[in-house]
């Protein structure tokens, strides 16, 4: 439960910076949505919520900066990651990951069948075979490192599609923790 306490008050500082530093250039919409529901004290599931709601919020804010193909191109790699993170992916956890990706805000700058067809060659290459799709997938998500914003957007893209389900076991944590390091970030950043 702390973990996640810890990850919303960076998640707050991040996005107080964030806020400096894009000014009123972001959309507005929606950018200080998710900060002024939670109390100290609410459920852990709450504060779960609230957190991939901020990242959410953080990641829409931001919009506009999330075109480049490297951000696309890692962001579906680590959803890959998050998605095999426990070795297997059934049809129906691939289905429901896919329609995370393609109903996901910022990944609507992408067309769907892109972003589709991205996911899914990575998740193919980590059934085939787990060490080399890991690997290769790494790769892909360490190109988007050379810009700042970008890395940390991939992150918490990854974040967001990992908590979907209420849940962000062990296994997830660790494909989010080496994302960071192939994206140079410390993963204690995240809490993870």
Same mark, same amino acid.
């Given at each position: ?15 107080? =910076? ?24 609410? =459920? =852990? ?5 609230? %957190? ?13 900066? %999330? ?116 994206? =140079? ?8």
């Amino acid at each position: 439960m702390a973990m996640w306490d810890k990850i919303k008050d960076q998640a707050k500082t991040f996005q107080q =910076s964030q806020g400096t530093r894009t000014g009123a250039g972001g959309s507005g919409r929606g950018s200080h949505g998710p900060m002024g529901g939670g109390r100290p004290g609410s =459920s =852990s599931g709450g504060s779960k919520a609230q %957190l991939i709601g901020m990242f959410k919020s953080q990641l829409a804010s931001a919009k506009n900066e %999330l075109k480049s193909g490297a951000y696309r191109d890692a962001s579906m790699a680590l959803c890959a990651l998050v998605a095999a993170a426990d070795g297997r992916v059934d049809p129906s956890e691939r289905r429901r990951v896919e329609e995370l990706i393609v109903s996901n805000e910022v990944l609507q700058n992408f067309p769907a069948d892109q972003l589709r067809q991205r996911f899914n060659q990575h998740v193919d290459r980590l059934l085939a075979n787990v060490e080399q799709g890991r690997a290769e997938a790494l790769q892909v998500i360490g190109k988007a490192a050379k810009k700042p914003a970008e890395a940390r957007a991939v992150v918490q893209t990854g974040m967001v599609v990992a908590g979907a389900d209420g849940s962000f076991d062990q296994s997830e944590q660790q494909a989010i923790r080496e994302a960071c390091t192939a994206l =140079s970030i410390p993963p204690s950043e995240f809490g993870v």
